[in-house]
């Protein structure tokens, strides 16, 4: 038995490579949006109940990374409020803190479908 092997050819040392570190960089920034996500609304994503700066509430898809329909500002985000059908700064609030009544009307205001 040997361990030499005729065709082995020995890979140079591994660097991080650029490609590589701006994958870790995606990745870190979805992380740190999926935490001030979860502190601010004690769920990671999907359906969200969101207020606008006029004080509107209803509900959205809120997916960390995942936008096409928002400009996104850290967990502020700009998008449509269907409510006033205004363009707004909109950021998640934690269902806790709303009313059963606040709750059941921004559940009934969603947007369009899409993250
Ligand atoms: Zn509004």
């Known amino acids: 038995m040997s361990a030499h092997t005729s065709n ?3 890979h140079p040392p591994a660097r991080p ?5 701006i994958a870790l960089a ?3 920034a979805v992380a740190i949006e999926a935490a001030a996500t979860w502190l601010r609304s004690g769920r990671l ?12 509430l209803f509900s959205t898809i809120w997916l960390p990374a ?6 996104r500002l850290g967990f502020w ?11 707004s700064l909109v950021a ?8 059963g009544r606040q709750r059941a009307r ?7 479908r899409l993250p």
């Open 8 to 10: 082995g050819r020995v």
């Open 17 to 21: 490579s650029r490609r590589l570190r």
């Open 26 to 28: 995606a990745l870190a």
């Open 45 to 56: 994503g999907g359906s969200l109940i969101v207020r606008c700066r006029r004080g509107h």
């Open 66 to 71: 995942a936008s096409v329909k928002s400009l």
């Open 77 to 87: 985000r700009v998008q449509r409020c269907p409510v006033g059908g205004h363009w």
């Open 92 to 99: 998640p609030v934690r269902a806790s803190e709303l009313t």
């Open 106 to 112: 921004a559940e009934r205001a969603k947007d369009v």
